[in-house]
């Protein structure tokens, strides 16, 4: 568990599965402690089948700041809470790891089909002021969370008993083409393309692995548009800088698509939209070409075909049963 927390945290931004925060739910006759109740509804109401997180002791943004939980409150304290005011019982722990040199923790909300989760009684905070009522109840909804109403009711029903998973509904196909960018014409991009076989429209989030190969490299479309624009200064006798590139060059897409260079792999994940819930929309019996905007870009070390793997993490709400993982391969000449 240690290590699906520390990927989370290094890849993952706040989603319908994640949430952050910089410090501890407390009790007793805290006044916010009635946050606590609501985030785990939340997150319980959900309709993935998924195992949903509260990561405590990190900050969210681009680079996440970890902080130090001091004296981790007891498992047994939450689920007395907990089971007081929220029915059915919701199956939840809360542990505590070592990040780094930090102590950290994190609840996991897990295996919770027996939705729709309530308020059973009311909960009222200082002064005898009611902030929940029995039969409240809220859901998550992207990154944010939202008060239960009839269509929210009416979505975990239809779950519960008419609802299909439909990760067979859409096809992952990896390709490799020629990027259209006229900039790096003649270079190739390894990237993917997704299809919608159905008559309903489908809002995924999408993010992919690709392991390095010592026969190729790997570069962002960014990276590779700096390291030509730098050389072609060099090669004249204008000024330059090393950071330098035309904004000839840019284009919006690479503001959609986060890319990470790491010892062992290359990670792309692509972004939400403001105010999307998803990254992207597959409308319905059509395909989505180059989900990740040919951002990746391969350059042969040798004349040898080389063969790149690589795992695809598709997530939707539609998949209820959990995200689609994929192994895939690159054939590369």
């Keep these: 568990m240690e290590d699906v927390i520390k990927r989370l945290i290094e890849y993952e931004s706040e989603s319908f599965k994640l949430d952050y925060k910089t410090e501890q739910y407390q009790l007793g006759k805290n ?14 109401n959900h309709l993935s089948d998924d195992d949903k997180y509260i990561i405590i002791g990190v900050k969210d943004g681009v680079e996440k700041t970890i902080l130090e939980v001091d004296n981790p409150i007891d498992d047994a304290k939450y689920q007395e809470f907990i089971r007081e005011y929220i029915e059915p019982a919701i199956n939840f722990e809360y542990r505590s790891i070592k990040y780094g040199d930090k102590l950290i923790a994190y609840f996991r909300i897990y295996d919770n089909a027996d939705k729709p989760y309530l308020f059973k009684k009311d909960f009222k905070i200082e002064n005898n002021v009611q902030q929940f009522k029995r039969g409240d109840g809220y859901v998550r909804i992207g990154s944010s969370t939202t008060k239960i109403g009839r269509k929210e009711i009416d979505d975990i029903y239809n779950y519960k008993y008419h609802s299909k998973d439909r990760k067979s509904d859409i096809v992952v196909v990896p ?32 993010e992919m692995r690709v392991y390095k190969n010592k026969d190729c490299e790997l570069l962002s479309k960014v990276d590779l548009k700096r390291y030509l624009k730098t050389k072609e200064r060099k090669n004249s006798s204008s000024l330059f800088t090393p950071y330098s590139i035309g904004f000839e060059t840019m284009d919006a897409d690479i503001f959609n698509v986060t890319y990470k260079n790491l010892e062992f792999e290359v990670f792309v994940k692509l972004k939400k939209r403001k105010n ?57 000449t």
């Design 276 to 332: 999307e819930a998803s990254a992207i929309r597959i409308a319905q019996n059509s395909i989505k070409k180059d989900v990740f905007y040919q951002h990746l870009i391969y350059i042969p070390v040798n004349s040898k075909p080389c063969k790149v793997d690589a795992t695809i993490t598709v997530r939707s709400d539609d998949f209820i049963k959990g995200s689609l993982i994929q192994n895939i391969s690159f054939e590369l």
């Design 175 to 206: 390709t490799i083409r020629e990027t259209t960018d006229e900039y790096l014409s003649g270079y190739k991009c390894i990237d993917l393309d997704i299809i919608n076989n159905s008559n309903k429209s489908i809002c995924c989030d999408v």
């Design 31 to 44: 006044p916010k402690k009635g946050e606590l109740l609501k985030d785990i509804m939340a997150f319980a």
